[in-house]
C-alpha cells in the first residue's frame, strides 16, 4: 500500500513539473518575441500535441490571447494572477498530501 502511494505522489510530481515547464516554454517564447499585447502577437510554432495542448490550457485560462488571424500574445497581468492562483492551489494539495500521509502514519503506527 505504502509503495503504491509513493509511486502515485512521485507521478504527481512528474506531472506538474512536465505542465509548468511547458507552460513556462510558451509563456517565455511569446515574451522573447515582444508578443505581449494584440498589436504585436505572433504565432507560436507548435510542431506537437503537448506544445497544443499547453497554448490551448493557456488560452483556456485567459492567459494569452488569440487574434484573429491565430496570432498570440501574452496578457502579462492575466499571467502574474494565473501563477498567484497555482502557487496557493500547489499549497493546498501539498498541505493535504501531508495529512493524508500523517493519517496514513498514525494509523499504521
Do not use: H
Amino acid at each position: 500500500m505504502l509503495s503504491s502511494v509513493q509511486a502515485l505522489g512521485s507521478s504527481a510530481v512528474i506531472v506538474a513539473v512536465a505542465i509548468r515547464v511547458g507552460e513556462r516554454r510558451v509563456v517565455e517564447s511569446l515574451q522573447a518575441a515582444g508578443s505581449v499585447d494584440p498589436g504585436s502577437a505572433s504565432r507560436l510554432p507548435l510542431r506537437s500535441f503537448v506544445q497544443k495542448w499547453q497554448v490551448a490550457r493557456l488560452l483556456t485560462a485567459g492567459v494569452i490571447g488569440e487574434t484573429m488571424d491565430q496570432a498570440q500574445y501574452l496578457k502579462l497581468p492575466e499571467y502574474i494572477a494565473y501563477r498567484r492562483q497555482r502557487r496557493k492551489r500547489a499549497l493546498v494539495a501539498v498541505v493535504v498530501i501531508a495529512v493524508v500521509a500523517l493519517s496514513f502514519y498514525f494509523v499504521r503506527a
